[in-house]
């Protein structure tokens, strides 16, 4: 039986957020200055990054939930 904290998804955003902040500190970026020089493309590109790494989350969940099943 699962225990409710693995039924309970995590927040890929978050994990994402976390990323790219630490990208960002790490090479002195501020976010807000970025929001206002992004082009639509680049825009786009960020959103398709950020939907491929969901998705590579949501794996990986899945990947380890189902190995914590199998012990």
Known sequence: MMS??????MMPNKVIEV?????FRKNGIKPEEVKENLSDKQREMLREMVADLK????????????????K
């Not at 409710?4 to 998804?9: D, G, I, T």
Request: charged letters at 35%; proline letters at 4%; aromatic letters at 4%.
């Open 4 to 9: 409710e904290s693995s039924k309970k998804p």
């Open 55 to 70: 998705v590579q989350v949501e794996e990986f969940q899945k990947n380890s939930n189902e190995n914590k099943t199998e």
């Open 19 to 23: 990323m790219v902040d630490s990208i």
